[in-house]
């Protein structure tokens, strides 16, 4: 067997072919084999010289290096991502490090590596020491428990059949001493499911790697580089995480006056043309470059959509292939990603997005209207007219935008604005003077682009082109515009004043409507407004009559996109009442809704997650809080009062004070506090002003705090919100009294939100405690897990729980079993009286009658049974009574042994008919 690798031994030459396979599996030659020699290597870890170096500027991410320690337990670590999303750098931070216990072998893969990819991996096992049997494919040496990691990078090089499936073969032998790290662009074709359905298998892909906020402000100090927070998150929207394209901006804005300008570049769409960031030239070489020709056409053609499903690559590009092609690029390389729907959407990176935009501009100019008009008849065959008239625009077709705005309109000036990638649309035709309903279809596509300045100008062109005496049905569509004009601008005042006019026009005109829906559709818009309107004033009981006709006119137009905005302010008002399950639920439609629509940005949406993540606070669920809020970021960076952008800086200020990051909600609260007392709307006004307050408590800054709750009560008299504050200040100045009274004040007024309700129970509570009233202190806690129960509320029980478990821990004087002047002790079980003592406690506390129980509960499962009641956790009730989880588990088991039961649910319907609680 001839070669030309000097030095290549018979074992090697073998390994590469299909026939060597199966002879190196016989008895007859492999018994005779003898292992790789081992050399003598301190078992420590790799050597540096086999490492690559960390670059210059390294940001270490412990999240990411606690989950390799425990992946690298498992058989199979992978780590697939596309480039420039730090799988290498990660590696390299791991092994130098020294997390990596044991032997360390690490192996990168260059590029058309072939057959030698073998060799190279067998000489860096030999180099740290790990003895290969190739016959058995068995570890020679070391010790019976040793483990080792093998780290097998850019393995998307090794193309090699043969050598893929000697690596599988290695991976099934040795997977229970050595744990394999796999970095690969793409997911390499081996027979990964087999550990993926036994549980053996890690995967870290683009999401796990994205950075996240907190790491890019981190990478921003280490380049010195001050950005304020709304526009760190911002670049975390538009980069979505990816570190190669968060470095490159960050270094761009090295030594700028105004580094904030490369990021509204990159909001704009301009990372394309903009060579200072160099952003277009690295995913043309590192990305585009490496793509198959026809997964390229596809996704060039079809960027100019913002989310693309198998029916328009079949209508842009003409291929039926497209749910495979899709597909492919999602599981390849992750540059797309599957957003579901009933159309089975697709969602390209939006920084690649951008450059193949560009790319379509400079290589498809002849092409470019003609997608667009294939676009926006595909979206009108399937029932989606916002992107249908935004793409006949974008086409230069007038005659289609004309007639979609004129069948649409109701739908279209009811749904909320979205959030497209800003574009320039060709010029408008020069009859646009004359033509209304075209004017007012291209202010709609401005709507949905962000620019709400083109937007009116289009509608006071549009009102122009109807004249002074409109007929009746152009009066309502004007009006309509109007609506969606001050919706977009998100002023209550303007949007209910036109809702008004609205409602006015509807019966002025319903004999012209050219459909029979269209009345009920424009009602459901002024209606839903209205709504808003009192959901933003907070005058709740008016927007739930609008809402109720609102949702019910929604549902009969059977418009989808008016539905949606049906349940978001549905949601919004569940969520004022403090109906979590409801204004959840809501708001999961909000997002089930817009999906099936293609829609993957809108202000829609924002509120949707906004939704769920003050439900998600609401419950104590921080983490998942934060999840919800991060996902409700949109490219909007500047931190406009009046805008959509208030809602969610004020939710990232209470969830950072949740998290006890005071510094971190004061900064997020900054560009909210610049202007005077009512320049927001009054509920996110009130929100804003009240945490402002407890952080300067927080600091230890009670006057500060008084002067801005003072400024409130006189702005917004009776706010219950408020009258926390005071009662929060009164309390930490130690005046309990005070505020026992303010809060009695404010539960007689009956809050409407039911969180509202459980906080100033609370307080109340630890108020009575403080003036010594221990057992009123201890009714108002169980009224409150009463109340907080049904909702799973335990946001307001977070932070008090020491002083809670106090109260709960000293039971009622008739509970107590034991003698009046002989307290026993509280984990002590009671002993049941005599039936025929005069003095026996009432049977509804502690005992049954006989046979019902097994035992009665002593005073700690009693205790435990009043908290299983509630929806708080293990963990948590753990936390109020002060003891461990597994003590609460046993008391639990006890219960349930008891009761006779074995559910949580169970139980309290038991305890219920036992009349225990």
Same mark, same amino acid.
């Given at each position: 067997?001839?070669?030309?690798?000097?030095?290549?031994?018979?074992?090697?030459?073998?390994?590469?072919?299909?026939?060597?396979?199966?002879?190196?599996?016989?008895?007859?030659?492999?018994?005779?084999?003898?292992?790789?020699?081992v050399?003598?290597?301190?078992?420590?870890?790799?050597?540096?010289?086999?490492?690559?170096?960390?670059?210059?500027?390294?940001?270490e991410?412990?999240?990411?290096?606690?989950?390799?320690?425990?992946?690298?337990?498992?058989?199979?670590?992978?780590?697939?991502?596309?480039?420039?999303?730090?799988?290498?750098?990660?590696?390299?931070?791991w092994?130098?490090?020294?997390?990596?216990?044991?032997?360390?072998?690490?192996?990168?893969?260059?590029?058309?590596?072939?057959?030698?990819?073998w060799?190279?991996?067998?000489?860096?096992?030999?180099a740290?020491?790990?003895?290969?049997?190739?016959?058995?494919?068995?570890?020679?040496?070391g010790?019976?428990?040793?483990?080792?990691?093998?780290?097998?990078?850019?393995?998307?090089?090794?193309?090699?059949?043969?050598?893929?499936?000697?690596?599988?073969?290695?991976?099934?032998?040795?997977?229970?001493?050595?744990?394999?790290?796999?970095?690969?662009?793409?997911?390499p074709?081996?027979?990964?499911?087999?550990?993926?359905?036994?549980?053996?298998?890690?995967?870290?892909?683009?999401?796990?790697?994205?950075?996240?906020?907190?790491?890019?402000a981190?990478?921003?100090?280490?380049?010195?580089?001050?950005?304020?927070?709304?526009?760190?998150?911002?670049?975390?929207?538009?980069?979505?995480?990816?570190?190669?394209?968060?470095?490159?901006?960050?270094?761009?804005?090295?030594?700028?006056?105004?580094?904030?300008?490369?990021?509204?570049?990159?909001?704009?769409?301009?990372?394309?043309?903009?060579?200072?960031?160099?952003?277009?030239?690295?995913?043309?070489?590192?990305?585009?470059?490496?793509?198959?020709?026809?997964?390229?056409?596809?996704?060039?053609?079809?960027?100019?959509?913002?989310?693309?499903?198998?029916?328009?690559?079949?209508?842009?590009?003409g291929?039926?292939?497209?749910?495979?092609?899709?597909?492919?690029?999602?599981?390849?390389?992750?540059?797309?990603?599957?957003?579901?729907?009933?159309?089975?959407?697709?969602?390209?990176?939006?920084?690649?997005?951008?450059?193949?935009?560009?790319?379509?501009?400079?290589t498809?100019?002849?092409?470019?209207?003609?997608?667009?008009?294939?676009?926006a008849?595909?979206?009108?065959?399937?029932?989606?007219?916002?992107?249908?008239?935004?793409?006949?625009?974008?086409?230069?077709?007038?005659?289609?935008?004309?007639?979609?705005?004129?069948?649409?309109?109701?739908?279209?000036?009811?749904?909320?604005?979205?959030?497209m990638?800003?574009?320039?649309?060709?010029?408008?035709?020069?009859?646009?003077?004359?033509?209304?309903m075209?004017?007012?279809?291209?202010?709609?596509?401005?709507?949905?682009?962000?620019?709400?300045?083109?937007?009116?100008?289009?509608?006071?062109?549009?009102?122009?082109?109807?004249?002074?005496?409109?007929k009746?049905?152009?009066?309502?569509?004007?009006?309509?515009?109007?609506?969606?004009?001050?919706?977009?601008?998100?002023?209550?005042?303007?949007?209910?004043e036109?809702?008004?006019?609205?409602?006015?026009?509807?019966?002025?005109?319903?004999?012209?409507?050219?459909?029979?829906?269209?009345?009920?559709?424009?009602?459901?818009?002024?209606?839903?407004?209205?709504?808003?309107c009192?959901?933003?004033?907070?005058?709740?009981?008016?927007?739930?009559?609008?809402?109720?006709?609102?949702?019910?006119?929604?549902?009969?137009?059977?418009?989808?996109?008016?539905?949606?905005q049906?349940?978001?302010?549905?949601?919004?008002?569940?969520?004022?009442?403090?109906?979590?399950?409801?204004?959840?639920?809501?708001?999961?439609?909000?997002?089930?809704?817009?999906?099936?629509?293609?829609?993957?940005?809108?202000?829609?949406?924002?509120?949707?997650?906004l939704?769920?993540?003050?439900?998600?606070?609401?419950?104590?669920?921080?983490?998942?809080?934060?999840?919800?809020?991060?996902?409700?970021?949109?490219?909007?960076?500047?931190?406009?009062?009046?805008?959509?952008?208030? /809602?969610?800086a004020?939710? #990232? +200020? %209470?969830? *950072?004070?949740?998290?006890? !990051?005071? $510094? =971190? @909600? &004061?900064?997020?609260?900054?560009?909210?506090?610049?202007?005077?007392?009512?320049?927001?709307?009054?509920?996110?006004?009130?929100?804003?002003?009240?945490?402002?307050?407890?952080?300067?408590?927080a600091?230890?800054r009670?006057?500060?705090?008084?002067?801005?709750?003072?400024?409130?009560?006189?702005?917004?008299?009776?706010?219950?919100?408020?009258?926390?504050?005071?009662?929060?200040?009164?309390?930490?100045?130690?005046?309990?009294?005070?505020?026992?009274?303010?809060?009695?004040?404010?539960l007689?007024?009956?809050?409407?939100?039911?969180?509202?309700?459980? /906080?100033?129970?609370?307080? #109340? +509570? %630890?108020? *009575?405690?403080?003036?010594? !009233?221990? $057992? =009123? @202190? &201890?009714?108002?806690?169980?009224?409150?897990?009463?109340?907080?129960?049904?909702?799973?509320?335990?946001?307001?029980?977070?932070?008090?729980?020491?002083?809670?478990?106090?109260?709960?821990?000293?039971?009622?004087?008739?509970?107590?079993?034991?003698?009046?002047?002989?307290?026993?002790?509280?984990?002590?079980?009671?002993?049941?009286?005599?039936?025929?003592?005069?003095?026996?406690?009432?049977?509804?506390?502690f005992?049954?009658?006989?046979?019902?129980?097994?035992?009665?509960?002593?005073?700690?499962?009693?205790?435990?049974?009043?908290?299983?009641?509630?929806?708080?956790?293990?963990?948590?009730?753990?936390?109020?009574?002060?003891?461990?989880?597994?003590?609460?588990?046993?008391?639990?088991?006890?219960?349930?042994?008891?009761l006779?039961v074995?559910?949580?649910?169970?139980?309290?319907?038991?305890?219920?008919?036992?009349?225990?609680?």
């Amino acid at each position: 067997m001839h070669t030309s690798h000097h030095g290549e031994t018979t074992l090697d030459r073998l390994a590469h072919n299909d026939a060597a396979e199966r002879f190196l599996g016989s008895s007859g030659w492999a018994a005779t084999v003898r292992p790789l020699e081992v050399r003598p290597a301190p078992p420590a870890a790799v050597a540096d010289r086999e490492v690559p170096a960390l670059p210059g500027v390294h940001l270490e991410r412990g999240r990411l290096l606690d989950q390799l320690d425990a992946a690298v337990e498992q058989p199979v670590t992978l780590v697939c991502a596309p480039t420039g999303w730090g799988k290498t750098v990660l590696a390299t931070s791991w092994l130098r490090a020294g997390r990596a216990l044991g032997r360390t072998a690490y192996v990168r893969f260059e590029p058309n590596c072939g057959s030698a990819a073998w060799r190279q991996l067998t000489s860096a096992l030999t180099a740290a020491g790990i003895a290969l049997d190739p016959a058995a494919y068995a570890w020679g040496g070391g010790r019976l428990a040793e483990r080792a990691v093998v780290v097998l990078d850019d393995l998307h090089n090794v193309t090699n059949r043969t050598v893929l499936r000697r690596v599988e073969r290695l991976m099934s032998r040795l997977g229970d001493r050595i744990g394999f790290l796999l970095l690969a662009r793409s997911e390499p074709p081996l027979s990964l499911y087999r550990w993926r359905v036994r549980g053996q298998l890690t995967e870290l892909r683009a999401d796990h790697l994205a950075f996240t906020q907190a790491e890019i402000a981190g990478l921003a100090e280490w380049h010195e580089v001050r950005l304020a927070q709304h526009f760190r998150h911002a670049l975390w929207h538009v980069t979505e995480g990816w570190a190669a394209a968060v470095a490159v901006a960050l270094s761009a804005m090295v030594g700028r006056h105004e580094p904030e300008r490369v990021v509204t570049d990159l909001l704009a769409g301009e990372a394309g043309p903009n060579e200072q960031v160099g952003l277009a030239e690295y995913v043309q070489r590192e990305i585009l470059a490496h793509l198959d020709p026809d997964v390229y056409d596809v996704m060039l053609r079809t960027s100019i959509v913002e989310t693309v499903c198998p029916g328009l690559v079949e209508a842009l590009t003409g291929s039926r292939n497209g749910a495979r092609q899709l597909a492919q690029a999602s599981r390849a390389n992750g540059l797309a990603t599957f957003y579901g729907g009933s159309h089975s959407w697709y969602r390209y990176r939006r920084l690649l997005r951008s450059v193949l935009r560009a790319e379509v501009r400079t290589t498809l100019a002849a092409e470019e209207r003609s997608l667009h008009r294939a676009a926006a008849g595909w979206y009108a065959a399937n029932g989606l007219p916002g992107d249908a008239v935004v793409h006949a625009v974008l086409g230069a077709d007038w005659v289609t935008a004309e007639r979609l705005f004129a069948q649409y309109w109701p739908e279209l000036c009811g749904s909320g604005p979205r959030a497209m990638a800003p574009r320039t649309g060709p010029r408008p035709p020069a009859d646009i003077a004359d033509r209304p309903m075209l004017a007012f279809a291209l202010a709609i596509c401005c709507r949905e682009t962000g620019d709400v300045a083109g937007m009116s100008a289009f509608i006071r062109l549009g009102e122009r082109a109807l004249g002074e005496s409109p007929k009746a049905i152009d009066a309502e569509v004007l009006a309509a515009m109007r609506l969606a004009e001050a919706v977009t601008s998100e002023d209550p005042e303007r949007s209910g004043e036109a809702a008004a006019r609205l409602l006015c026009h509807i019966d002025d005109a319903v004999d012209e409507h050219l459909y029979a829906d269209a009345a009920d559709a424009a009602r459901a818009a002024g209606y839903l407004t209205l709504a808003g309107c009192g959901i933003a004033h907070d005058v709740i009981d008016d927007a739930d009559s609008a809402l109720e006709l609102g949702a019910a006119l929604a549902r009969k137009s059977g418009f989808n996109l008016l539905i949606v905005q049906a349940n978001r302010q549905q949601a919004l008002a569940h969520l004022h009442r403090g109906r979590l399950s409801a204004a959840a639920a809501c708001a999961r439609r909000v997002l089930d809704g817009s999906r099936d629509a293609g829609i993957s940005e809108s202000r829609n949406i924002s509120h949707a997650r906004l939704v769920l993540t003050a439900v998600c606070r609401a419950r104590g669920q921080l983490d998942e809080a934060r999840y919800h809020l991060d996902e409700s970021i949109t490219a909007e960076a500047s931190p406009d009062p009046h805008g959509g952008w208030v /809602s969610g800086a004020i939710s #990232l +200020a %209470q969830l *950072l004070a949740d998290q006890e !990051d005071l $510094a =971190g @909600a &004061a900064e997020a609260l900054e560009p909210l506090l610049g202007s005077r007392i009512g320049a927001m709307p009054p509920t996110p006004e009130i929100s804003a002003r009240v945490l402002q307050a407890d952080l300067c408590l927080a600091e230890g800054r009670p006057d500060k705090a008084r002067a801005v709750l003072d400024e409130l009560a006189r702005h917004f008299p009776g706010a219950p919100a408020v009258a926390l504050g005071h009662a929060r200040l009164s309390l930490v100045l130690g005046r309990p009294e005070p505020a026992a009274r303010t809060l009695e004040d404010a539960l007689a007024a009956q809050p409407a939100s039911l969180v509202t309700t459980v /906080s100033a129970t609370v307080l #109340l +509570a %630890q108020s *009575l405690r403080q003036l010594g !009233d221990h $057992a =009123g @202190a &201890a009714e108002q806690i169980q009224h409150a897990l009463r109340l907080a129960g049904p909702e799973g509320i335990r946001g307001p029980f977070l932070g008090h729980g020491a002083w809670i478990a106090e109260l709960l821990d000293d039971p009622p004087p008739q509970v107590t079993p034991s003698a009046p002047d002989e307290p026993s002790a509280p984990d002590a079980p009671s002993a049941p009286s005599a039936p025929s003592a005069p003095s026996q406690p009432p049977a509804d506390v502690f005992e049954v009658a006989p046979g019902q129980m097994a035992d009665p509960l002593t005073e700690r499962e009693m205790l435990v049974l009043q908290y299983l009641r509630s929806m708080l956790s293990i963990a948590e009730i753990a936390t109020v009574l002060c003891v461990s989880s597994n003590t609460v588990k046993t008391h639990v088991r006890h219960v349930y042994r008891k009761l006779g039961v074995s559910r949580r649910r169970d139980a309290v319907r038991r305890g219920r008919e036992l009349s225990l609680i």
